[in-house]
């Protein structure tokens, strides 16, 4: 079962519901605070990927922003020295390094959203750890409680303790269900075709206009 699976059904999950069924409550108390507890710790790797990757990311859209500011000089410098193809092919380069900027902003956001699930979601199991321990220790108070009884009921050789006795109270009222959905985030693939081919020319169309500035400032 994966991660996010497991996650889902933990968070909708009903203790009580969960408990009442079991023949021994104790133990499935017990490996449903294991499944939390684990659950936790891959959360927890999960977002620190993240952040790494969002650091890195932060890193490449320091570089474009370099590279887009060292084109457009380099596009000045060669208008003012009547190299009116140098200056175009700056800007055919300041162009592409800003669609990849475009991406990589695109994808920070998509992390970034990521992050912001991630730690609802620890939130929300966190909450159900909480509620899980605090059954486990109940379910420990009840069990002595119990065999306290049993031992007394025995002792002055009374009838047997009532089936009611030795079993569980019943429970809170049914917890509202947490829904839990982590996107799964796909990096968005350039299109192809006729959309390529109507934004080359509206590539070429701002190019020429940013030349044109150009020309205009260097006379």
């Known amino acids: 079962m994966g991660m996010f699976s497991r996650m889902s059904d933990i968070v909708q999950a009903n203790i009580n519901a969960i408990l009442d069924k079991a023949e021994d409550p104790a133990k499935v108390i017990k490996l449903l605070i294991q499944e939390m507890e684990e659950t936790l710790v891959e959360l927890r790797s999960v977002a620190a990927t993240n952040l790494a990757e969002k650091k890195q990311l932060q890193r490449q859209v320091s570089k474009l922003q370099q590279q887009i500011a060292a084109w457009q000089s380099k596009a000045t410098l060669a208008v003012e020295k009547n190299r009116e193809d140098?200056?175009?092919?700056?800007?055919?380069?300041?162009?592409?390094?800003?669609?990849?900027?475009?991406?990589?902003?695109?994808?920070?956001?998509?992390?970034?959203?990521?992050?912001?699930?991630?730690?609802?979601?620890?939130?929300k199991l966190q909450d159900k750890l909480v509620e899980a321990r605090a059954k486990q220790?109940?379910?420990?108070?009840?069990?002595?409680?119990?065999?306290?009884?049993?031992?007394?009921?025995?002792k002055v050789h009374s009838v047997k303790i009532d089936d009611a006795i030795i079993r569980f109270e019943q429970y809170e009222r049914r917890i509202d269900d947490l829904e839990s959905q982590v996107d799964a985030y796909d990096l968005v693939e350039e299109s192809h075709g006729l959309n390529a081919q109507f934004d080359a020319l509206e590539a070429e169309s701002q190019i020429e206009q940013e030349l044109a500035a150009l020309r205009k400032k260097v006379a």
Do not use: C, P, Y
């Open 86 to 123: 140098l200056a175009r092919a700056a800007l055919v380069e300041k162009h592409h390094s800003q669609q990849s900027l475009s991406a990589l902003v695109e994808e920070q956001s998509v992390i970034d959203e990521s992050l912001t699930k991630i730690q609802s979601d620890m939130g």
């Open 137 to 154: 220790k109940s379910l420990v108070v009840r069990e002595r409680s119990v065999a306290v009884r049993m031992t007394a009921k025995n």
